[in-house]
């Protein structure tokens, strides 16, 4: 089927919608990923109202592996809402660079 997308639906009505819309919930799904590697950290709430995509997507996607969520949490500690994210790696500093080729070269 997809790559993203789930396969299975848990009622006859809601799979057949899946499988009518699996492209475009795709697509839908590839949007997200692309908006995240930009380093954007999405919620629920945000990509209905931003993007008029369906908070589902989201799932799909972390349940696929292409991202990660986190729990926003007041001063309290109480728990506010999901914050889905992809780790991007970022470049070594100078000093960094620096000390493994030092390293490199003592051995």
């Keep these: 089927m997809n790559e993203i997308v789930h396969d299975q639906e848990n009622n006859e009505d809601s799979q057949r919608h899946l499988q009518e819309n ?16 930009r380093g954007e950290r999405l919620t629920a709430k945000t990509v209905v109202q931003k993007y008029g995509i369906a908070d589902r997507r989201l799932r799909d996607l972390e ?8 729990w926003k949490l007041n001063e309290a500690g109480k728990r506010l809402y999901v914050e889905y994210f992809c780790e991007i ?15 490199q070269k003592l051995f």
């Design 22 to 37: 699996s492209d475009k919930f795709e697509t839908d799904c590839q949007f997200l990923l692309k908006q995240m590697l």
């Design 63 to 70: 349940i696929a592996g292409k991202c990660k969520k986190e």
């Design 89 to 103: 790696a970022k470049p070594p500093t100078k000093l960094q660079v620096v000390a493994r080729w030092t390293e």
